[in-house]
């Protein structure tokens, strides 16, 4: 009951600081941070949200993101939404509302939105947010079904309750059978269609009928092209829809709409998506085998440095299909234990600042209640409290990664393939996750020495590198900061909660990093 009281009071305390229940256009939440649509930005107080004790930070993006760290938000959110309903019951015409429709405030608003957008929503991040927004709900399941695929694995190799593994091969492959359907249905409702229709039309993908068509002068298998197809599919699915609404006469459309959005879109899956999508597919997994293979070590230092400075574009989001191609076609990602090691870079990072600035107590106590979801794989407290206000400390703890990554792919290389399951988390919380082609032994001992490269690059880069004697000058000291020292680390106090954006000259961190297919 005190938790079930300490998440309302957490909604009850953000609620009045984003405007209100009239303020609030939509809300949601990913694994770490409760997402908002806001109807006027200008209402936000964002000092008094960074200041909650149970805020790690804010970020902006097309929507306004408050961090909460894992499992807290999944908890935050159903008591918000149910205050902002209560709220609107209790008074149906908020005084809100009557302040935004004022045509002062509204283009105030209206300005600070646009000027948001032009500066987040390029066309290409923007179509690289969908494509996040469809496989982001699936990772919980991903999560669940991976995690009990191993345990499967490790009963089946020690040859335990043999009468139980058949069951959980059950559970851990099911979905994985039909993700196809789920990501078809993702697509279509984040494009704009009937998401059952896109659900429709991808489920022809791994009907086993399909076995008994030639397409292409082959015959086609369930599941070819998977998710890719699946993606097409319900793309072209949500486009035949659009056009029926325009010219089906509305007496018609309940029943002609439905009927030539799954004829003609499953036509062109059948004939057409599913070979191509199946290509794809194939080549995608032949090339990452490949230049893991061949380059290894290479491969692992270019992606483990880089994959922080992504994050901060949002262009890893383009790796969330990849990763599930990989899965759905080895049954684990190889990318992800590398990528993984952005995390580690950044721990180590972390933990040279704290002892670079022995006399800041405030950073120093920001590291040590972020550190322990820093090993967990949750990076945003250290990235947004720690490393990117600071400046240098981000650039050495992508050092920190791209050995860690080298490490992992150099073992690749050798024939020793560390992959994961399922995509989402990193960290420690990676090795439950983790498979391989030499055993559960070899491939934790490769990731766990990783991590461990990853802790000293990042840790020897920042002790040694990382700091300027300017900046150890403004920072090492012992009184608490300066208006301007705050400004420069996103607002912190002497508290647990870490900003969410640093200071004028840190560089902007872009879409939203909880999307990554791991956490960093």
Same mark, same amino acid.
């Given at each position: 009951?005190?938790?079930?009281?300490?998440?309302?009071?957490?909604?009850?305390?953000?609620?009045?600081?984003?405007?209100?229940?009239?303020?609030?256009?939509?809300?949601?939440?990913?694994?770490?941070?409760?997402?908002?649509?806001?109807?006027?930005?200008?209402?936000?107080?964002?000092?008094?949200?960074?200041?909650?004790?149970?805020?790690?930070?804010?970020?902006?993006?097309?929507?306004?993101?408050?961090?909460?760290?894992?499992?807290?938000?999944?908890?935050?959110?159903?008591?918000?939404?149910?205050?902002?309903?209560?709220?609107?019951?209790?008074?149906?015409?908020?005084? &809100?509302?009557?302040?935004?429709?004022?045509?002062?405030?509204?283009?105030?608003?209206?300005?600070?939105?646009?000027?948001?957008?032009?500066?987040?929503?390029?066309?290409?991040?923007?179509?690289?947010?969908?494509?996040?927004?469809?496989?982001?709900?699936?990772?919980? &399941?991903?999560?669940?079904?991976?995690?009990?695929?191993?345990?499967?694995?490790?009963?089946?190799?020690?040859?335990?309750?043999?009468?139980?593994?058949?069951?959980?091969?059950?559970?851990?492959?099911?979905?994985?059978?039909?993700?196809?359907?789920?990501?078809?249905?993702?697509?279509?409702?984040?494009?704009?269609?009937?998401?059952?229709?896109?659900?429709?039309?991808?489920?022809?993908?791994?009907?086993?009928?399909?076995?008994?068509?030639?397409?292409?002068?082959?015959?086609?298998?369930?599941?070819?092209?998977?998710?890719?197809?699946?993606?097409?599919?319900?793309?072209?699915?949500?486009?035949?829809?659009?056009?029926?609404?325009?010219?089906?006469?509305?007496?018609?459309?309940?029943?002609?709409?439905?009927?030539?959005?799954?004829?003609?879109?499953?036509?062109?899956?059948?004939?057409?998506?599913?070979?191509?999508?199946?290509?794809?597919?194939?080549?995608?997994?032949?090339?990452?085998?490949?230049?893991? #293979?061949?380059?290894?070590?290479?491969?692992?230092?270019?992606?483990?440095?880089?994959?922080?400075?992504?994050?901060?574009?949002?262009?890893?989001?383009?790796?969330?299909?990849?990763?599930?191609?990989?899965?759905?076609?080895?049954?684990?990602?190889?990318?992800?234990?590398?990528?993984?090691?952005?995390?580690?870079?950044?721990?180590?990072?972390?933990?040279?600042?704290?002892?670079?600035?022995?006399?800041?107590? #405030?950073?120093?106590?920001?590291?040590?209640?972020?550190?322990? &979801?820093?090993?967990?794989?949750?990076?945003?407290?250290?990235?947004?409290?720690?490393?990117?206000?600071?400046?240098?400390?981000?650039?050495?703890?992508?050092?920190?990664?791209?050995?860690?990554?080298?490490?992992?792919?150099?073992?690749?290389?050798?024939?020793?393939?560390?992959?994961?399951?399922?995509?989402?988390?990193?960290?420690?919380?990676?090795?439950?996750?983790?498979?391989?082609?030499?055993?559960?032994?070899?491939?934790?001992?490769?990731?766990?020495?990783?991590?461990?490269?990853?802790?000293?690059?990042?840790?020897?880069?920042?002790?040694?590198?990382?700091?300027?004697?300017?900046?150890?000058?403004?920072?090492?000291?012992?009184?608490?900061?300066?208006?301007?020292?705050?400004?420069?680390?996103?607002?912190?106090?002497?508290?647990?909660?870490?900003?969410?954006?640093?200071?004028?000259?840190?560089?902007?961190?872009?879409?939203?990093?909880?999307? &990554?297919?791991?956490?960093?």
């Amino acid at each position: 009951m005190a938790t079930e009281d300490k998440n309302r009071a957490t909604a009850a305390a953000i609620l009045p600081l984003v405007g209100g229940a009239a303020n609030v256009a939509s809300i949601a939440h990913c694994m770490t941070r409760l997402r908002l649509g806001l109807h006027d930005r200008s209402l936000v107080d964002d000092e008094g949200l960074k200041a909650l004790p149970a805020v790690m930070g804010v970020v902006e993006d097309d929507m306004y993101q408050i961090v909460l760290g894992p499992g807290t938000v999944a908890r935050v959110t159903p008591e918000f939404e149910q205050l902002v309903e209560e709220e609107r019951e209790a008074a149906p015409t908020p005084v &809100a509302v009557s302040a935004v429709s004022s045509d002062d405030l509204a283009a105030q608003g209206a300005a600070i939105k646009a000027q948001q957008k032009a500066k987040n929503a390029t066309p290409f991040k923007l179509f690289l947010r969908k494509i996040a927004n469809i496989f982001v709900p699936l990772i919980p &399941a991903l999560i669940g079904c991976g995690i009990i695929a191993g345990l499967n694995g490790l009963l089946v190799n020690l040859e335990w309750l043999p009468a139980v593994t058949p069951a959980l091969a059950a559970m851990a492959s099911g979905f994985m059978a039909l993700i196809a359907v789920f990501v078809g249905y993702n697509t279509a409702k984040e494009f704009g269609g009937t998401p059952i229709l896109g659900g429709a039309v991808a489920a022809i993908i791994v009907f086993p009928g399909v076995a008994n068509i030639d397409a292409f002068g082959q015959t086609l298998s369930p599941g070819q092209g998977g998710v890719l197809g699946a993606l097409g599919a319900a793309v072209l699915a949500v486009y035949v829809e659009k056009w029926c609404r325009r010219w089906v006469p509305e007496a018609l459309d309940v029943l002609v709409t439905p009927t030539l959005t799954v004829l003609i879109s499953g036509l062109v899956t059948i004939f057409g998506l599913m070979f191509v999508a199946g290509e794809i597919s194939s080549a995608i997994g032949t090339f990452a085998d490949w230049l893991l #293979s061949n380059g290894g070590a290479g491969a692992g230092f270019v992606l483990g440095g880089l994959f922080l400075p992504l994050v901060m574009l949002g262009l890893h989001q383009a790796l969330i299909p990849i990763h599930t191609t990989l899965i759905e076609q080895q049954g684990y990602t190889v990318l992800l234990p590398i990528l993984a090691m952005a995390g580690a870079g950044q721990v180590g990072a972390a933990m040279a600042v704290y002892f670079r600035l022995p006399r800041n107590e #405030s950073i120093r106590r920001t590291i040590k209640s972020a550190l322990p &979801a820093g090993l967990l794989g949750v990076g945003e407290p250290l990235i947004y409290g720690v490393s990117l206000p600071l400046g240098r400390p981000f650039i050495t703890a992508c050092v920190g990664g791209a050995f860690g990554g080298g490490f992992v792919g150099l073992f690749n290389q050798l024939g020793d393939t560390v992959g994961s399951t399922a995509i989402g988390p990193s960290g420690w919380a990676l090795f439950p996750l983790l498979d391989g082609n030499h055993g559960l032994g070899s491939t934790i001992a490769i990731y766990a020495g990783g991590l461990l490269v990853g802790y000293v690059a990042g840790f020897l880069a920042t002790y040694f590198f990382g700091f300027s004697k300017d900046l150890l000058t403004e920072f090492n000291v012992s009184q608490e900061p300066a208006p301007s020292t705050i400004a420069a680390t996103g607002g912190t106090t002497p508290s647990t909660t870490p900003p969410a954006t640093g200071g004028p000259d840190t560089p902007d961190p872009g879409p939203d990093p909880a999307k &990554a297919p791991a956490g960093v």
